[in-house]
Structure formats: structure tokens, C-alpha cells
């Protein structure tokens, strides 16, 4: 029910395969931070993005389609 409140239908989905051990792993982490398995995935993802950014330069998606320029 709360989900689908909070859920935008712009966003995209993405499902990935994860062995037993990494995803037991990823919630105790994400429990001891406060976060759900997938905030912490997201803020992962995030976290990774800004560090390559940073690196790199701003990486430029083109709204329509979201490929890279």
C-alpha cells in the first residue's frame, strides 16, 4: 500500500540477481545504517555516481531516452 503512494511511474526498475550470503550482508548493513535493502542500494548507486563524477566530470544523459551524449 505505502509503496505504491510513494512509487513515481517515471522511475525505472531494475532487477538484479544476488547470491544468498551479499544479500543477507546488504540488509544487516542497511538495517545497522536505517536504511531498506533497496535505499541502501540506491544510496550505493548514488554514492558510486558522485565518486565516478568527481573523477571524471559530469556525466550527461539525454532526458528523452536516457542515453549518454
Known amino acids: 500500500?505505502?509503496?505504491?503512494?510513494m512509487r513515481n511511474k517515471n522511475n525505472k526498475h531494475l532487477?538484479?540477481?544476488i547470491?544468498?550470503?551479499l544479500h543477507?550482508?546488504?540488509h544487516y548493513?542497511?538495517?545497522?545504517?536505517g536504511?531498506?535493502?533497496?535505499?541502501?542500494?540506491?544510496?550505493?548507486?548514488?554514492?558510486?555516481i558522485r565518486e565516478f563524477e568527481d573523477e571524471n566530470g559530469v556525466i550527461?544523459?539525454?532526458?528523452e531516452n536516457n542515453?549518454?551524449?
Open 29 to 33: 548493513i542497511a538495517k545497522y545504517e
Open 15 to 17: 532487477g538484479i540477481e
Open 35 to 48: 536504511r531498506s535493502g533497496n535505499q541502501q542500494i540506491l544510496y550505493l548507486i548514488r554514492k558510486c
Open 19 to 21: 547470491d544468498p550470503e
Open 60 to 63: 550527461e544523459i539525454r532526458k
Open 24 to 26: 543477507g550482508k546488504l
Open 1 to 5: 500500500m505505502f509503496g505504491d503512494i
Open 67 to 69: 542515453e549518454e551524449k
